[in-house]
């Protein structure tokens, strides 16, 4: 059979730019393999990766591969945020090619498959995990046979809604061939992406992660990630960090230090990137995660604030924040944290209590938040029927083509947009901004210098960055003429916005200079080359990990049994590079 696959443009403004070393859809790439690998030669895939284009390119994107392929079955995968463009597809593949099968799939159906196939009668929805569906789908397609006896799926028989049999969950995921990365990692790629068990036993009020996994977990074990991951760095040279994309990855203490013992006993060299709960942690998995490489993990914190966490249900505490953060210090390990303004039970005071909180925790290592979001209301939540019970929203909401709403007064919510956003506003400055200033937060956040630019050119900022923009363009014609020629013609170049973020970022770091004191050259001096030593983290990064690894192994030859490799908090370098420290011998 001829299967064409996609996702489709994510909304507006939550769409990432670069679609060519970002994440990509491993839902998809599972799919494919799978069916691959269970119909060996029967099928002809196409397989398009086009969440962070805008609408036109994707629109045309699909067209022409409708056109160039003429599928027998065209499936989509649907997230909330890229829902209205999918619908666009959904309308043209069955306008112009009424032949083709039409199927759906991802997060959203997941919850919304009943609306959708009210929505569009022809089209077939899949309900969670869809390897074993879509193959049984394919081969009752391939065969004729009715789609009565495909377990998971709702579709329209002409007169009603069918809803199938509910389907297991893959119990082992061990024997799910790996996914085909290759569709998305091409050449010079540097990151890619991982999946080392499915599901998170939690139900956050703001999450819908349990429709697809039904809060049951499942772990790959090591040793099958581990040949995973050796395929991946065999077959892409160019990969320098893996990126986990579990629901819950560290959720078992036992099973996160089995797949480092495996990373670490075969040697293998690169660095991981996790998303990460603060709970369950202990020393030991902290120690085994940077022996096993991992440089970076991102906890969603979300609020520091002790109503705001009780109300969404993560199941940690801020004793538990505040342990992390503590094994997370003395590592070479990056801990940074998701926030999100305007959760459930989110007032005043509690933007205050996350300030404070946050601050706290930057004391026992420093913390730089990953992004902090407005809270959004996704259907399949607590905070969706929440905010339904309050009669503004219901489910006709996800049938039209409006954006993604904020949990917002408007929508069943408490705040305006605007009092959402000055909340976000207040955190920012308070967790983030405020240290943009002092050395340590400056070396920290540097690499957000060209976002800052940009909002700071759209947004209000606190004064403080505004002046510093204002005054390196004030000490720039050039650049400013260009920027408001790109304003004008709607097309900044890249290269301007790369020049100006190093030209704010040498008046910042005069600027921070001076606020620290450092006046002496020698200070001064010190400063520049920590700038310097950031710039060039990643590097650093990697060669203190393959010097770590070279360690690990020596020990597990068994020639060096005679203590623990520590890092000695005191010698760290600026902004957390690694310096390795061998003691206790
Ligand atoms: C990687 C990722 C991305 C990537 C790639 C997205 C993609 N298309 O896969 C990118 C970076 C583009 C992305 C973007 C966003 N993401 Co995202 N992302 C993820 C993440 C972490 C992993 C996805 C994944 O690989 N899952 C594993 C695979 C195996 O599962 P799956 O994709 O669901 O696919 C399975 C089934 O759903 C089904 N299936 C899927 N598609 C199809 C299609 C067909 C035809 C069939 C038959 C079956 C089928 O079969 C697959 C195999 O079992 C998930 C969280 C998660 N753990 O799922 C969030 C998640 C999908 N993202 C989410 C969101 C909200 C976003 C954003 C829109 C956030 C925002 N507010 O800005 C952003 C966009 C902006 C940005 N700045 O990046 C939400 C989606 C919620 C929703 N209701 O849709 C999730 C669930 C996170 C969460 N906990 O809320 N994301
Ligand atoms: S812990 Fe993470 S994955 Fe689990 S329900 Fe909460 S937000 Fe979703």
Known sequence: MKILLCCTSIQDEHRTEDNEDSHYPLGLAYLQSYIEHHRPDKDEFRNLYLNNVDYEICYREIKENLKEMDPDVFGISIMTHSRVSA?????????????????????????????????????????????????????????????????????????????????????????????????????????????????????CNFCVLDHTSRRKVRFRSGENIADEVEMLLEKFPSINAIWIHDDAFMINKDRTIEFCDAI???????????????????????RKMELAGFCHVLFGLESGADDVIRGMRKGITKQHVRYGMSLFANTTMRATAFLIAGLPGETDETIEETIEFVQEIQNIDYLYYEDIGISMIYPGTEMYTMARATGKINDDYWLTDADVPYYTAEHGGVHTYEKLLEMKERIEEGVALRFMLAPKGFLYQRKVIPSLIKYSLLHRMPESINDIVFSTLAHHPQLLKELIRGAIIGDTKAEITKELAKAFERTLAEMVMKRANLTSETRRNVFISQCYAQECADDILLKAQKQRLEEVIYKLSGQDDQGDIVYDKNVRGPASLPLVMRTNK
Not at 167 to 176: E, F, S, Y
Not at 265 to 280: E, L, M, Q
């Open 264 to 286: 670490i006993n075969r040697g293998i060299k690169t660095s991981f990137v996790a998303s990460a709960r603060f709970r369950p942690i202990s020393p030991e998995v902290v």
């Open 87 to 203: 619908y666009r597809m959904i309308e043209y593949a069955h306008e112009n090619y009424p032949n083709t099968k039409i199927v759906v799939g991802g997060m959203h159906v997941s919850v919304m498959w009943r609306q959708m196939v009210k929505k569009y009668p022809y089209i077939v929805a899949v309900r969670g995990e869809g390897e074993t569906c879509f193959h049984d789908l394919i081969e009752a397609y391939d065969n004729e046979t009715s789609l009565e006896d495909v377990k998971g799926i709702a579709y329209h028989n002409g007169e009603k809604i069918v809803v199938t049999a509910e389907r297991d969950l893959i119990p082992d995921i061990d024997v799910l061939p790996f996914p085909k990365h290759e569709l998305f990692v091409k050449e010079g790629k540097t990151m890619a992406n991982l999946l080392t068990s499915r599901g998170c036993p939690y139900k």
